[in-house]
C-alpha cells in the first residue's frame, strides 16, 4: 500500500509539471464557460429546448474534460513509459508494472475531478448555477463517462508502438470527438447530417448521458447512451490487457 501511494503521489508531481495537461483540464473549460456565458448569459432559449447556454454548457464541458485526462494524457503518458523503458525498468523493483500503470490511471481520474469541481464552482459564483438533477444521478453518469473514455485512452496507450504513433493517434481521436462530439459546440446547433456524425462519436454519448442527467431528464431517456458506454469500456478493457505492450 505504502508503494502505491509513493507511486501515485511521484505520478502526480509529474502530471502537474506538464503545463498543457493543467491547462486543457483546469483552465481551458472554465474559460469557454466564462467567455460564451458572459455573451450568452443564461436565460432560457427554445433552441436549448428552454435551457440557458450555461445550463447546457457545464456538461459539455465536463465532457471535454474526460476527453483531455483519458484520451491526451492518460494514454501518451503510457506511451512515454514504454518508449523510455521506464516499465522495463520496474521489473527488478518492488513495484510492479500494472501498479504503475493503475497510478497512472488514479492521477488523471484525481486530475478530472478535480477540473469538473472547479467548473461547477466557477459556474455557482459567477453565474449561480443551481443543480437541476439529482446528485447521485449526475455523479453516476459521470463516473462511467469517464471510465468510458478512459477505456479507449488505455487501449491507445496498449496498443501503440511508440510516442509518436501515440501522440498522433490520440490527437485524431481526440480533436474529432471534442469538435464534432458536442463538448465545445452544442449539438443542439448541429444540422441532422452533423448529428449523424456525432453519434459514431463515443463522445457524443457522453455528453448526452450527463446532459441528460445535469438537466434531471428522465433515465429512459439515457439508455441508449449507458449501452454503448458501458459497453465501449468493457471492449476496451478487454482488447487493452490481451494486447498491452510492456516494451
Known amino acids: ?43 432560457p432559449v427554445p433552441m436549448f429546448g428552454g435551457y440557458g ?14 476527453a483531455v485526462t483519458g484520451i491526451m494524457a492518460f ?5 512515454g513509459y514504454r518508449e523510455k523503458k521506464v516499465l522495463k525498468r520496474f521489473k527488478g523493483t518492488p513495484i510492479s508494472q500494472s501498479m504503475v500503470i ?24 459567477v453565474y449561480d448555477i443551481k443543480v437541476i438533477g439529482n ?11 469517464m471510465f468510458s473514455i478512459f477505456s479507449i485512452g488505455f487501449l491507445v496507450g496498449s496498443v501503440a508502438p511508440n510516442m ?15 469538435f464534432l462530439g458536442g463538448a465545445t459546440i452544442p449539438l443542439e446547433v448541429f444540422p441532422d447530417f452533423m448529428i449523424k456524425i456525432a453519434k459514431a462519436l463515443p463522445l457524443y454519448y ?20 449507458i449501452t454503448v458506454l458501458f459497453t465501449l469500456m468493457i471492449v476496451c478493457i478487454i482488447i487493452s490487457v490481451k494486447n498491452f505492450r510492456w516494451e
Open 1 to 43: 500500500m505504502k508503494a502505491f501511494y509513493e507511486t501515485v503521489k511521484m505520478e502526480l508531481k509529474l502530471f502537474t509539471r506538464y503545463f498543457a495537461n493543467m491547462f486543457f483540464i483546469f483552465i481551458f473549460p472554465t474559460l469557454m464557460l466564462l467567455i460564451f456565458g458572459g455573451i450568452y448569459g443564461n436565460k
Open 53 to 66: 447556454t450555461i445550463d447546457i454548457s457545464i456538461p459539455s464541458y465536463t465532457a471535454l474534460i474526460i
Open 75 to 79: 494514454p501518451l503518458s503510457i506511451c
Open 102 to 125: 493503475f497510478s497512472q490511471a488514479v492521477v488523471s481520474i484525481i486530475m478530472t475531478i478535480i477540473g469538473f469541481i472547479i467548473l461547477i464552482l466557477v459556474g455557482k459564483i
Open 135 to 145: 446528485i447521485s444521478y449526475i455523479i453516476s453518469t459521470f463516473l462511467l463517462s
Open 164 to 178: 509518436k504513433a501515440g501522440n498522433a493517434i490520440a490527437n485524431l481521436i481526440y480533436f474529432l470527438m471534442i
Open 206 to 225: 457522453a455528453v448526452d448521458l450527463l446532459k441528460n442527467a445535469w438537466l434531471n431528464k428522465s433515465l429512459e431517456s439515457s439508455i441508449r447512451s
